[in-house]
């Protein structure tokens, strides 16, 4: 099957990317820059054009953006993949809402005039979406597949992370907006994925460049939590980026992803006191660096301080066994010694 990938320098994207030509698909993948094209077809020096593709997108906020890319002849699914996650921006509008949300639909315009022989499109959507930040502490509020954040544009200079979720939530809807308005012949799977831990495969310049979700790693290792760990914060939920991938794949491959459903997808909570546990049980050789097992903090809120959440629905449709949070912190710190600390 041939796969349109667009943002494929990014942290999850790499993992995608990875998969799918594992299973054999064909791959046209986007990025922003020569330089970042050229990263990745060093990676896979071995494969063909027709195998693996690059093609520069340089602003996905442009509502034309994607009309090129989309005429690549016999595309039969698309992963979008692309959107903002950082808060290295002064301006949420033009720097993370409109890249979010025009790249979005502008890519399904493009597909719904252009490219009739695409079947299904998966969007990266996020936990972000689903989340209410007013009742994160509400133990009688379920967050589901069922349940949408009401943040809305108006909100964006509340906080970083807020602009954050806002475009990502505004994204997500003006997708099914679209889908529900225009009855394009592909339908559409949003994955909805809360904080990604794990190995790094994309090509990083050096560790400072590191994804926003493994942030928190990195100053783990790099000694920052030594005499206290970091209180949590929301979203207190996580997942692998191997099942981040897998989950894009199946949302691809498997029937039943169809229909029109968000799915969900995660191993479950986390705390930062755990993080910090299983690189001390593993790592000894970082013992300066790491909190010992006396230091306090980053613990689970009470029972009666948490949300609630149900992801059944999607565990039920994709049939992953998520990969525990051990194994997650063990891989991404053997990368982030790698790259040396
Ligand atoms: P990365 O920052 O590694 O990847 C983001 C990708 O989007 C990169 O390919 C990046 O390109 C591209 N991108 C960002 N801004 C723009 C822009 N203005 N124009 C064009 N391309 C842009 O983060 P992740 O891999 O974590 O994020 C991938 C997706 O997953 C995003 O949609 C994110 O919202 C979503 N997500 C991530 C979660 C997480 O915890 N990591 C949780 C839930 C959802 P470039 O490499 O050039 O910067």
């Known amino acids: 099957t041939k796969i349109l990938l667009t943002g494929g320098s990014g942290f999850i994207a790499a993992h995608i990317l990875e998969q799918l030509l594992e299973a054999g698909h064909q791959v046209v993948t986007t990025v922003r820059s020569e330089e970042k094209a050229q990263k990745i077809r060093d990676a896979h020096k071995d494969l063909g054009r027709d195998v693996l593709d690059v093609v520069i997108v340089p602003d996905i906020a442009r509502e034309d953006a994607f009309d090129e890319v989309v005429k690549t002849p016999g595309l039969e699914a698309v992963l979008h993949t692309a959107s903002p996650f950082h808060y290295k921006w002064t301006d949420p509008l033009t720097e993370v809402v409109n890249p979010a949300v025009i790249g979005t639909t502008g890519i399904l315009k493009a597909l719904h005039r252009s490219a009739p022989s695409v079947k299904r ?44 979720r806002a475009s990502k939530t505004l994204a997500e809807r003006a997708a099914w907006d679209f889908v529900d308005s225009s009855k394009p012949s592909f339908d559409l799977v949003t994955i909805c994925p809360p904080l990604v831990l794990g190995p790094v495969i994309h090509h990083l310049a050096s560790l400072d460049a590191i994804n926003t979700s493994n942030e928190r790693v990195v100053a783990l290792a790099r000694g920052d939590w030594k005499s206290s760990v970091p209180e949590t914060g929301p979203p207190f939920l996580w997942i692998d980026v191997r099942d981040v991938a897998l989950a894009h794949l199946r949302a691809l491959e498997r029937p039943e992803a169809g229909g029109g459903h968000r799915l969900f997808a995660t191993a479950g909570r986390f705390c930062n006191a755990e993080i910090a546990k299983a690189a001390r049980e593993n790592f000894p050789e970082l013992k300066d660096r790491l909190p010992g097992p006396e230091v306090t903090g980053g613990e689970y809120p009470p029972a009666d301080k948490l949300f609630n959440y149900d992801s059944s629905e999607t565990n039920a449709i994709l049939g992953i066994d998520w990969i525990p949070l051990e194994k997650s912190i063990v891989d991404l710190i053997k990368d982030i010694k790698a790259f040396g600390i």
């Open 121 to 164: 499109v998966v969007i990266t959507s996020s936990f972000a979406s689903i989340l209410d930040e007013t009742r994160l502490e509400d133990p009688s509020v379920v967050f589901s597949e069922r349940t949408w954040n009401p943040v809305t544009i108006d909100d964006i200079h509340r906080s970083k992370p807020t602009a954050y």
